[in-house]
């Protein structure tokens, strides 16, 4: 399928799978034309990018982490132990995110007379 049906098929943008395919996320065939050639199995990674991308994670540590990732009935799994802590990882650094922004919050609410 080329990156438009691509497109359709995932609820990507075709600016953000050639964005995958530059950060090395997808390596689609390209056609002498130059057209670009997707498989099934790149809807499947674009799922599991999306996924990733919403739990917070950058293109950067999804390369990292895809491979060692398991998709099993939709559910994504990691298949190598340090993957695991590095997730946990991301986790915490999370939770300490939330934290300093419930801080703030509170802070406002303070400043402007917001008692919750």
């Known amino acids: 399928m080329r990156i438009g049906e691509l497109a359709r098929r995932t609820g990507v943008s075709e600016r953000a799978l050639r964005y995958y395919e530059k950060q ?6 390209r056609r002498p034309s130059g057209y670009r050639v997707y498989g099934e199995a790149d809807v499947a990674a674009v799922r599991r990018i999306r996924i990733l991308l919403a739990a917070g994670l950058n293109t950067a540590q999804i390369l990292e982490v895809l491979p ?19 997730l946990r990882q991301q986790r915490s ?8 922004l419930e801080t703030t919050r509170a802070n406002l609410d303070t400043i402007i007379g917001d008692r919750r």
């Open 68 to 86: 060692c990732l398991v998709d099993e009935d939709g559910w994504l799994t990691p298949d190598c132990p340090e993957l695991a802590d590095a």
């Open 24 to 29: 090395g996320l997808l390596t689609p065939e």
């Open 93 to 100: 650094r999370l939770d300490a995110a939330i934290g300093e």
